[in-house]
């Protein structure tokens, strides 16, 4: 038995989804632990493209799947994407799905607040996925959060709702925003709280008894590190931890036994949103990396940002998530360069840094150290084996393997599941 941790190691979209779906060959069990339809995991598989926000990549697969009480959930993100699954003859059935009682909502007020916040011009603009991801985990945090068990007290859920209203409709009057009444509110909820019913369980109970019955369970984180709110670069962060830490408080499964925290990331570094980000490439470099790497957001379409590979905060990644190795994806984009330069220190007033200083203005200040490597100008995209890796390839890899002090166990090298090279099964940590 052994559990596996996916955790993005940078600002998300580091190719966790179509690892994950990998990897849950061994699962018995996926389960997510944090975030909500913010996240978007792709996984390709014989040319049918699968983009997945709140359901574990793992159901692809007909996997048992778990959303934990740290997801914070819409119901109708939810029911849409099981209907467009089905559409793809992947039927969710309550065999498959348990969703926990515990986890907070996602109402239409807090994806509101959420959209009003990033348009008005006073404060700051994150750049959020415009989900309610913010406000939800906010009330969770104030205590006025309606939860899924709350869904099937209708005694209780006005008051419940009445007691939301009465914190945001001072906020929406505010903000220019129509206030809301209970009763539309219980309809916005009455629409869809048949439909989960069946998957509603306490997921920890079923979870520890896969555990005892020594199963296999991979956890998908969402995001990444550099956006997890206590640890990555505030205030440009989700609202969640997207450390794996979370996995445990995200589930109620305390203790993770033989847990393998493993670590996607992009060859190359990208970043959706506001922020820093030292080693972005506003130029030809990051536009090339955009292109051959079709860098746009899944869930947004955004344009993402593009840049080298920052090994500083990489190695900062390793760290906070307790990191034994990585999923490398995307190295087939680095094809056609000639040079391809990682980042292995900052410089600010001649002193040095090996870590990504908290304060933005200092950050605003860094300059970036980079080495430059030889690039393989060959194909690497579709190779299923290491021994047909040109040599600059396996160069690059040892080099970041070396620098950070964790091996490389798996190797992406296209979007498509097969394209997948394993150094070393995490499930045989
Ligand atoms: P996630 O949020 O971490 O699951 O990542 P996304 O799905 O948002 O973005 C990753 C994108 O890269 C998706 O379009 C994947 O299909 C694609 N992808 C994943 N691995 C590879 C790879 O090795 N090579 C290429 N070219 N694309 C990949
Ligand atoms: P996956 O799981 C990339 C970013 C948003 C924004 C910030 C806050 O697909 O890797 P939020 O809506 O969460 O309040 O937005 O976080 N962001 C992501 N960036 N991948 C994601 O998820 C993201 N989820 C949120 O762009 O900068
Ligand atoms: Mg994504």
Redesign the pocket.
């Known amino acids: 038995m052994s559990n596996v941790i996916v955790i993005?190691s940078q600002?998300?979209?580091?190719g966790?989804g179509k690892i994950v779906d990998w990897l849950s060959y061994n699962a018995d069990a996926v389960v997510r632990f944090q975030?909500g339809h913010?996240?978007?995991?792709t996984l390709v598989v014989n040319g049918i493209t699968y983009k997945l926000s709140l359901l574990p990549s793992g159901v692809v697969r007909g996997k048992k799947s778990f959303i934990g009480n740290g997801v914070v959930l819409d119901l109708r993100a939810l029911y849409n994407e099981i209907k467009s699954l089905e559409e793809k003859n992947i039927k969710i059935t309550e065999e498959v799905l348990s969703i926990s009682q515990g986890a907070p909502l996602i109402m239409s007020y807090h994806q509101e607040l959420?959209k009003a916040r990033e348009s008005k011009l006073s404060g700051i603009k994150?750049?959020?996925?415009?989900?309610g991801?913010?406000p939800a985990y906010e009330d969770h945090v104030g205590r006025r959060s309606l939860r899924v068990c709350d869904l099937f007290n209708k005694n209780k859920l006005k008051d419940k709702i009445g007691n939301a209203l009465s914190h945001h409709n001072p906020i929406r009057k505010g903000l220019g925003i129509p206030e809301l009444d209970v009763l539309s509110i219980v309809a916005e909820i009455d629409e869809y709280s048949q439909f989960i019913k069946p998957f509603v369980k306490n997921i920890w109970v079923e979870l520890l008894e896969l555990q005892n019955k020594n199963k296999n369970i991979l956890f998908e984180?969402?995001?990444?590190t550099l956006?997890d709110i206590n640890h990555g670069t505030y205030p440009?962060?989700?609202?969640s931890n997207t450390v794996s830490a979370q996995a445990s408080i995200g589930t109620g499964l305390g203790l993770i036994k033989n847990s393998f925290n493993l670590g996607i990331t992009k060859s190359y570094l990208t970043?959706?949103?506001?922020?820093p980000f030292p080693t972005e490439q506003s130029n030809n470099i990051g536009e090339q990396l955009g292109t051959l790497g079709n860098e746009f957001?899944?869930?947004?379409g955004?344009k993402r940002r593009c840049g080298w590979l920052d090994l500083v905060l990489l190695k900062q990644s390793v760290i906070i998530s307790g990191l034994k190795g990585l999923a490398l994806t995307k190295l087939d984009v680095l094809d056609s360069f000639d040079k391809i330069k990682v980042c292995t220190s900052y410089k600010y007033n001649n002193k040095s840094y090996n870590y990504l200083p908290l304060d933005l203005d200092e950050i605003n200040q860094l300059s970036t150290e980079y080495i430059e490597l030889d690039g393989w100008k060959e194909k690497t995209r579709n190779k299923r084996d290491f021994s047909e890796l040109p040599l600059n390839a396996k160069k690059y890899i040892s080099f970041i393997e070396e620098f950070i002090g964790v091996p490389v166990t798996l190797l992406s090298t296209s979007p498509e599941r097969e394209d997948t090279i394993l150094f070393h099964n995490p499930f045989e940590n």
């Open positions: 993005g600002w998300g979209d580091e966790k975030g913010n996240a978007g995991h959420d994150i750049g959020t996925t415009g989900r991801i913010g984180g969402a995001q990444g956006l440009f962060v989700t609202s970043r959706v949103g506001e922020g957001g899944t869930v947004t955004r």
